[in-house]
Nanobody, 125 residues
């Protein structure tokens, strides 16, 4: 498994922008597909975005397309999530996760085998 640590969350106002980061350590970061998920109290963990290792192809949930941008720096073992025009409904704990090589179920959280501790994003109106 890979050890993951997220950072960058905080309390922001609607319309603001925010950048989240996730640093990986331990077992090699590559060639994992990396994903971001979010979760609010009482709800299931929701897929937000993912990015493949080699081609760095991004995938997004429909609800965040156009506002969220995922990127990765394989040399630095980091993935980032840039969020524009934050909305109150973006309030959640955001987690990064690693998907084992060979899995194609990028939107299914149960397929990811390593998770960070999460970082809280709170958006006020």
């Amino acid at each position: 498994q890979v050890q993951l640590v997220e950072s960058g969350g905080g309390l922001v106002q609607a319309g603001d922008s925010l950048g989240l980061s996730c640093v990986a350590s331990g077992r090699t970061f590559n060639p994992y597909t990396m994903g971001w998920f979010r979760q609010t109290l009482g709800k299931e963990r929701e897929f937000v975005a993912a990015i493949t290792w080699a081609t760095r192809t991004p995938f997004y949930a429909d609800s965040v397309k156009g506002r969220f941008t995922i990127s990765r720096d394989n040399a630095k073992n980091t993935i980032n999530l840039q969020i524009l025009s934050l909305k109150p409904e973006d309030t959640a704990i955001y987690y990064c996760a690693a998907l084992p090589s060979g899995s194609i179920s990028i939107r299914d959280p149960s397929k990811y085998d390593s998770w960070g501790q999460g970082t809280q994003v709170t958006v006020t109106s």
